[in-house]
């Protein structure tokens, strides 16, 4: 027989747990913020792009070759998109024809920077599609 169960410390207390080490000192405003970013770069074939560009992407076809998958309509509108954050930058060279190429701006770097632990991470775990 066992004895009276003790309280577990990851239960709801009058309704509420508590935060997670490290995690506490994070009030609404920063969860916000955080959601934003979150849905930047988890928009459908955003992350791809951003990271092609890490990669060494700069014209049109690059992040085309290096994304398989991704219409032209798409990758169009995600390098507006990204643009728009400022995570990407586009520069367009005045020769005949135009030449336009786009590369990652410095926050688009170091929001990568930021990433990279989950690319790492996510080719340790690819059997989590199956």
Known sequence: MTGPR???DSSATAGQSRPEAGYEHIDDDV???FQRSVEIVGKKWSAA?????MR???RFVDYRAR????????LSQRLRELE???LIERLVVPTTP?????????QGASLMRVLHPLIEWSAKNEDMDT
């Open 56 to 58: 060494g992407a700069r």
């Open 98 to 106: 135009v030449q336009i190429t786009y590369r990652p701006t410095e």
């Open 49 to 53: 792009v951003l990271l092609a560009a």
């Open 31 to 33: 969860c916000r913020s």
């Open 6 to 8: 003790q309280p577990d």
């Open 84 to 86: 728009g954050y400022r």
């Open 67 to 74: 994304i398989p998958g991704i219409s032209n309509h798409l």
